[in-house]
């Protein structure tokens, strides 16, 4: 996988990734796209869907197979610290 130049950015996240472990998100994410860089294609919106198609499944693999529960609640039913969320609920 190539990005089209060489000064271009790969946003790995953002304030909207909410993750309970992010040393383990960024490693697997990482990973797969080691695996999408060694097939050496463009970086536009076909390869971009199909990496992230790839780390979501890897994701899910991790939580069932391996037992690392990456997200936490994701259901988010607490009810304190909702003004710390308001960006994310809007």
């Given at each position: 996988?190539?990005?089209?130049?060489?000064?271009?950015?790969?946003?790995?996240?953002?304030?909207?990734?909410?993750?309970?472990e992010v040393v383990p998100i960024?490693?697997?994410?990482?990973?797969?796209?080691?695996?999408?860089?060694?097939?050496?294609q463009k970086w536009n919106n076909?390869?971009q869907a199909s990496f992230y198609?790839?780390?979501?499944?890897?994701?899910?693999?991790?939580?069932?197979?391996?037992?690392?529960?990456?997200?936490?609640?994701?259901?988010?039913?607490?009810?304190?610290?909702?003004?710390?969320?308001?960006?994310?609920?809007?």
């Amino acid at each position: 996988m190539r990005l089209k130049e060489s000064t271009s950015i790969f946003n790995m996240g953002d304030t909207s990734i909410r993750v309970k472990e992010v040393v383990p998100i960024y490693k697997q994410i990482l990973k797969t796209l080691q695996k999408h860089n060694q097939s050496n294609q463009k970086w536009n919106n076909e390869s971009q869907a199909s990496f992230y198609s790839s780390v979501l499944s890897d994701f899910a693999k991790a939580e069932t197979e391996d037992g690392i529960n990456l997200f936490g609640n994701l259901k988010r039913n607490e009810i304190t610290g909702l003004d710390k969320r308001g960006r994310t609920l809007t």
